[in-house]
């Protein structure tokens, strides 16, 4: 028992040479934002106000701009999963709301945008980093959404994802049971058991390790033995020098002027096909009480949110079944509507025309500055820009 507290406590495997889910985004990410604001409330007076906290969400179609355009304004590269504030966007937002107020607050702004983050995982990454932010002063979270988050066929089920095997807590398994109605009595125990014990939950990547260590051993007791590696090409291939298969060392590095990593048009279109085709309502409207909760767990933290559609080209747009596109806008419309929160559409002329995108789905680089400041000055005329000029008051 003491074992299995220590491994929940400490991921033990976030400092391992291997593939698991300590060393994806949202651990990385969710732990590199901590580390900012718990230093920044160091040099900062809280008792003054402190500084408003802006926190992104949404998946790579937000984490593509933010990054890409924080690597231009620093002028060198930067680890992607390591390294989460915006000091660009926090310019932007302050020279924007500066033309709204005589007086510009201390602002602090970070990316919890992550690769493939569904609505669901949202709600759980909000979860993680509001109670400490709204520590450090008032908290507004933009919140960018597209169609993929509340339907992706390649997305296995909600309890796969890493930020729920990482962050889920046992009171996440009732909305979990009703939106996988697919999970049968097996399935239900695994999630439940996963909560409660740590390592059962980092089961495979234990395995993983062992399989690793254990074929290490193998060649150093027997040179003649040798295994698939991968060294100086990207094929995996019988060789003494090289990497396992499922070692990792070193993280994805974002880069000035260059696009995050990502497919060529033609392999991200056949991508985005198979997510979009055929439409699984059910999973699509769990998705969206998931957008719900997120919606409910702000306003019961007092925390401001603005729900953003994102941006997607003209050719992916066409990829989507027919009605689909209209029913997803009109429903987060409606939730937000209902709820109060702002909801601004992004996905319309000019950020929809092909040449600005890499892929089809992700901004190109040298438009990323560009919808940064427009995001920036929407905020700035928003509703949000009275939190970001006076301390909230309790409710």
């Not at 106000?49 to 304004?73: K, Y």
């Not at 033995?225 to 090409?233: C, G, L, P, Q």
């Amino acid at each position: 028992m003491a074992i299995d507290f220590a491994c929940g406590r400490s991921h033990p495997l976030a400092s391992i040479n291997t593939v698991n889910i300590d060393k994806a985004e949202p651990y990385n990410a969710v732990c590199a934002v901590k580390r900012e604001i718990e230093s920044d409330k160091t040099r900062h007076s809280i008792a003054a106000g402190g500084t408003h906290q802006v926190i992104l969400l949404g998946s790579s179609l937000m984490v593509a701009p933010a990054l890409q355009d924080q690597a231009l304004f620093m002028g060198h590269e930067f680890k992607r999963f390591h390294e989460r504030r915006l000091s660009s966007f926090e310019k932007y937002l302050g020279e924007a709301v500066q033309t709204q107020a005589s007086h510009v607050p201390a602002v602090r702004s970070y990316c919890l945008a992550m690769g493939g983050q569904m609505a669901s995982d949202a709600s759980l990454i909000a979860r993680q980093i509001v109670p400490l932010a709204s520590q450090a002063g008032p908290v507004s979270v933009i919140y960018g959404i597209a169609p993929r988050d509340f339907h992706d066929n390649l997305f296995p089920r909600i309890d796969s994802s890493p930020a729920f095997k990482i962050f889920a807590e046992l009171n996440d398994l009732p909305q979990l049971f009703r939106s996988e109605p697919s999970m049968n009595a097996v399935d239900q125990s695994s999630a439940t058991f996963e909560r409660l014990s740590s390592l059962y939950r980092y089961r495979s990547d234990w395995q993983k390790l062992a399989e690793i260590r254990g074929k290490r051993i193998i060649e150093k007791c027997l040179p003649e033995v040798v295994f698939d590696k991968y060294y100086d090409t990207a094929v995996l291939k019988p060789q003494k020098k090289g990497l396992l298969a499922g070692e990792a060392i070193g993280t994805p590095s974002v880069v000035p002027g260059a696009a995050l990593d990502h497919n060529d048009w033609l392999k991200t279109e056949a991508e985005y096909r198979r997510r979009y085709i055929p439409l699984n309502q059910q999973k699509t409207e769990a998705q969206f009480a998931y957008l719900d909760k997120l919606i409910q767990y702000c306003q019961s933290e007092r925390v401001n949110l603005m729900v953003v559609n994102m941006p997607l080209s003209e050719d992916n747009l066409k990829l989507l079944p027919p009605q689909s596109y209209s029913n997803y806008l009109a429903n987060a419309k409606k939730l937000c509507r209902l709820a109060g929160v702002e909801f601004v559409d992004l996905n319309c002329a000019p950020w929809t025309a092909n040449s600005n995108f890499v892929d089809s789905v992700h901004l190109a680089p040298e438009r990323s500055k560009a919808f940064m400041q427009k995001l920036a000055s929407i905020i700035a005329g928003s509703s949000l820009t009275l939190a970001t000029k006076t301390k909230r008051q309790p409710i």
